[in-house]
């Protein structure tokens, strides 16, 4: 009988072929996976002020209950529609501990441009949420606040704003702060830390060279920075009460009601505290006396003349 003649294939074809189903069957369950993950993860854009887009999204390949999130921010004032992602500006990459659940701007009193809030939830049984709030700029992403551990009831926009402040609150701050040194002149060099984190890069370099003149001077100093330096009346108040406060974009003006309980009928009047937003916080830029004894006098203009005074002091 002629024997049939075997099957063959060039050397090491069998080994190749091998190879290439197990890659095929090995990545298969990755590939399914992979798709799976980029479908259900996170992502979202919101237009914002300035000519620029916001995109929100959970981390590629990531567990949907803890990652990572990204907050990109996009110019679109020249991409065409649809097509709003093209020119990237500036992003950040954040832990979340959790899914996103949604993003929305969030707009604060005297601030000029909406800041983005991100909110997540954690996957445990409590639903317990947490947020963030952004200053999405052309050059810069930057994180000004967070709240965490909320109850799924509460409202994240409510406390963000509480830990961002508003100038109501920084008047009031300040006030607290400076009580204790109320009609005792202008501030020692070793008291000024205390009012330093309320004072704006203008006033508080002004107040620390009177503070560190009056410290070294033999003289008395000028009767416009003696008594208390903040408010009109030189004894200083014993009780305030912060009004409504006057808003435009990055500065607001506080009025104050003071009271002083010295006298029988107790003495009232009203200064005003004006504020700028400075590094994401609301700061004191400047004092106006408005009592009418006062003269409408500045805190600024009186620390800068009781420089010149000092400086001629000998």
């Known amino acids: 009988m002629t024997p049939v003649p075997a099957r063959t294939r060039p050397p090491g074809a069998w080994r190749r072929a091998c190879a290439q189903v197990l890659a095929v069957a090995w990545l298969l369950p990755w590939g399914v996976a992979v798709g799976a993950a980029t479908a259900d993860r996170f992502t979202q854009t919101v237009p914002l002020t300035k000519g620029l887009v916001a995109v929100v999204a959970e981390g590629d390949l990531e567990a949907r209950s803890m990652g990572s999130y990204t907050v990109r921010a996009y110019f679109d004032a020249e991409a ?28 604060l009193p005297g601030r000029p441009r909406p800041l983005l809030m991100v909110v997540m939830q954690s996957a445990g049984s409590g639903g317990y949420l947490s947020a963030e709030a952004f200053a999405v700029e052309p050059r810069a992403v930057r994180l000004l606040a967070s709240v965490r551990d909320l ?82 009346l030189f004894e200083g108040p014993n009780e305030f009460r912060v009004m409504d406060c006057r808003l435009r974009p990055g500065a607001a003006t506080c009025p ?58 000998r």
């Open 80 to 107: 065409r529609a649809g097509n709003e992602n093209t020119f990237y500006a500036a992003g950040l990459v954040r832990p979340r501990d959790g899914t996103v659940r949604s993003v929305s701007t969030l707009a």
């Open 151 to 232: 109850a799924p009831a509460e409202d994240p926009a409510t406390h963000l704003r509480r830990r961002l402040g508003d100038p109501a609150s920084a008047t009031r701050q300040f006030l607290l702060a400076y009580q204790p040194l109320a009609s005792a002149g202008v501030p020692k060099p070793a008291q000024l830390p205390a009012l330093r984190p309320h004072l704006d890069a203008t006033l508080r370099p002004l107040l620390e060279q009177v503070s560190t003149q009056q410290a070294a001077s033999t003289c008395e100093g000028p009767p416009a920075i003696q008594g208390d330096l903040i408010t009109s």
């Open 256 to 313: 104050v009601r003071f009271t002083y309980r010295g006298t029988p009928e107790g003495v009232h009047w009203t200064d005003e505290i004006e504020l700028r937003l400075q590094a994401d916080r609301w700061r004191v830029q400047d004092v106006v006396q408005g009592a009418p004894w006062s003269g409408k006098s500045r805190l600024s203009s009186r620390l800068a003349e009781a420089s010149r005074v000092l400086s001629l002091c």
